[in-house]
């Protein structure tokens, strides 16, 4: 089993519409989780970070981490045109950091 | 004013030759990193670098290797190409290593490498 899995997609929605995307991971040491957006032919960019079960939320963006379940959830609400881009989950712990596959975004007009 | 730079943007070579990619942050972080995201995406940590001092050597040919000659420079060489190190190449840099709570990553804008 590989320590992140991450649904590549891609995925398509109209615009307006709720994104939602989600990676399971299975090492326990990961404690710290980050969701990154890469737009085509730029370098990832943090968006989120959270360390503790729960959700956190950033304006139109929603972490949410279940560390029982190792299952982390980012929810895009009224999405945006602009919100099209690769959107990687990324975890930390123990000194090891692990990236999913990344999941594209299309969000349509 | 760029905060993680790399040079170059673009780099197409043969297989056999030797190439080496630049990093550069002005950020004042005292870790660096080097990615690899192969064709499908998959990003995956290559090396990190904590005040010139090696901490993470993942798995990784020892054709590749990497240089600090600085904290903030940490550049990338890599010896006898081959078609598989095709890749896009990411440097990255953080306040703090890995074992950092709230400790971002910085990402410069990657390097396209294309072996032929």
């Known amino acids: 089993q590989k320590e992140v899995e991450q649904d590549p997609g891609p995925l398509s929605v109209p615009e307006g519409a709720i994104v939602s995307l989600n990676c399971t991971y299975s090492n326990s040491a990961f404690q710290y989780f980050m969701w990154y957006r890469q737009y085509s032919r730029k370098g990832p960019e943090l968006l989120m970070y959270t360390y503790s079960s729960g959700n956190k939320e950033d304006g139109r963006f929603t972490a949410q981490v279940d560390k029982s379940s190792k299952y982390i959830s980012l929810f895009i609400r009224d999405s945006q045109p602009s919100d099209s881009a690769t959107y990687l989950c990324a975890m930390k712990g123990n000194n090891r950091l692990a990236f999913g596959k990344g999941n594209q975004v299309v969000v349509i007009p | 004013d760029t905060a993680v730079s790399q040079t170059p943007k673009y780099l197409v070579t043969q297989m056999g030759n030797d190439k080496s990619i630049k990093c550069e942050q002005n950020?004042?972080?005292?870790?660096m990193y080097w990615y690899k995201q192969d064709s499908k995406k998959f990003l995956k940590i290559m090396f990190s670098?904590?005040?010139?001092?090696?901490?993470i050597n993942e798995t990784v040919p020892n054709r590749f290797s990497p240089k600090s000659p600085d904290k903030a420079h940490l550049n990338l060489h890599i010896n006898s190409l081959e078609l598989g190190d095709s890749a896009v190449y990411f440097c990255a840099s953080s306040q703090a290593g890995l074992a950092g709570v709230g400790n971002e990553q910085f990402f410069g804008p990657g390097t396209r490498l294309t072996v032929l």
């Open positions: 950020l004042g972080h005292d870790t």
């Open positions: 670098y904590n005040n010139k001092e090696l901490i």
